[in-house]
């Protein structure tokens, strides 16, 4: 049974560090490309960062480069998303997916975190 189940988020005041956990399980965790995404109200879910299966390489949304890490413990079957300096304009719930290496258009969502900014 796959589960990808997300943690961390709660409320936090702008400038401030949260880190996101996803914990997968199920499925072979080093087959497979994670990426963290968010949705704010009222708008389209966006990529924010991702890491390669084995981590060595990672991108970043633009808005976050500087301010958000993403990594990967393979040992444990998770996935961080380290936030500093935390922006309103970052709140929303956040995602976290796993895209597979090997099966084209095999991927599995976590439910979601909700990430709150505010003073």
């Known amino acids: 049974q796959v589960q990808v189940v997300e943690s961390g988020g709660g409320l936090v005041q702008p400038g401030r560090s949260l880190r996101l956990s996803c914990a997968a399980s199920?499925?072979?965790?080093?087959?497979?490309?994670m990426s963290w995404y968010r949705q704010a109200p009222g708008k389209e879910r966006e990529l924010v960062a991702a890491?390669?299966?084995?981590?060595?390489?990672?991108n970043y949304a633009d808005s976050v480069k500087g301010r958000f890490t993403i990594s990967r413990d393979n040992a444990k079957n998770t996935v961080y998303l380290q936030m500093n300096s935390l922006k309103p304009e970052d709140t929303a719930v956040y995602y976290c997916n796993a895209r597979s290496d090997y099966v084209k258009g095999r991927d599995y969502w976590g439910k979601g975190t909700l990430v709150t900014v505010s003073s």
């Open positions: 199920g499925f072979t965790f080093s087959r497979y490309a």
């Open positions: 890491i390669t299966s084995a981590g060595g390489s990672t």
